[in-house]
């Protein structure tokens, strides 16, 4: 049985986003992506060939009339062009390199960045899918997965904070994330604010929550250097959407380099910062520190807090940062794929920016999980000597 996408919106919100942005910016610019498996999860005899199915079957994807209304309607910060340019847009399944080596899978995705930037979100929810179908491993009935959602739901409600879906990329299945989202989204008297999917916050009127990834910061230091990629990054998103989608990623060479070039112009032109490695209270106070410094009250500002969030670390989080600073929070895994079994740990990192001289340039994020750093070993230690990391 095929394994479908839904819709060519059934995607993380920041793709969206970023797309915007590489249209307008860097329309030659050819990049690649590789799959890490980091659980190192076992893949049946045959699962390339039926991921390679689903792939294929991507090409038939479009924007619908609906969809390009409802984007025009809820994101008027999206130019009308390039809504123009996403109805014509069509995945391209040569992009995708797929091959099986006995119980593992490569994939890989090359190609020019405002094309191949769509795919990292909806590959990895088709491999954790068709992982779960193709190892036959049952999970909780539908009456299980809405009854612990609608619990984990009330106890937010109970802590009053704000919080959003971020689950698709690793989400157990597209029925199971349908499930949560309609149940949270039908909820009455619910401090649940949206969702990262585009295509779920179309089909239950919530709010569509995103702004960029790391690898908007990562494709920057490829192409500027270490020393100014977070500044020339902000200044990018600021040139494109002149103050809207306001929060800016900090971990991406860690937050110490990132609020060093976080000067008093973008902490005052940002809505918020985004935490999604390290300590959480050790960030909070970084953060309340900064924009104290620069002398912003930080209850004027806020933190989305997104890295592998549970009840217990909301909890946390939330009785630290009170009336300190604003706080919300994406949750992600523990969301849509909390139903018995467990989660898969994958992930899609950009790897490479092509020069122009036709080199490619090793990209690498320095998290602040101490010495937990992604990319090639040699271009890892010369961002370290460049930004003056130590271990």
Known sequence: ??????????????????Q??????????IVKYQFINRGKHHFPEGFAEELRASVNAMAELKLTKDE????AKTCPYIDLPYLDFLEGYRFDPSEVH?????NDVEVTVEGLWYRTILWEVPLLALISELHYEMNHLERNSNEIVIENTLTKAEKLNNLGVTYAEFGTRRRHSYKVHDLVIGSLAKKENTTFIGSSNVHFAMKYGVKTIGTHAHEWFMFHAAEYGFKMA??????HWVDVYRGDLGVALSDTFTTDVFFNQFDKKFTKLFDGVRHDSGDPLEFADKTIAHYKKNG???LFKYIIFSDGLNLEKVEEITNYCCEKIG?????????TNDVGLKPMNIVMK???VKSDNGEWIPTVKLSDEKGKYTGDPKMIELAKEFLRIKD
């Open 1 to 18: 049985m095929l394994t479908r996408l839904n819709s060519i919106l059934d995607n993380d919100f920041y793709k969206i986003t970023m």
């Open 20 to 29: 915007n942005a590489v249209v307008k910016l860097f329309p030659k610019q």
């Open 68 to 71: 390009k209304k409802f984007m």
């Open 98 to 102: 797929i091959k099986q080596i006995g």
């Open 230 to 235: 977070n500044k020339i990054a902000l200044d």
């Open 296 to 298: 912003i009250n930080p």
């Open 327 to 335: 706080v919300s929070f994406g949750i992600g895994t523990n969301l």
């Open 350 to 352: 950009l790897i490479g």
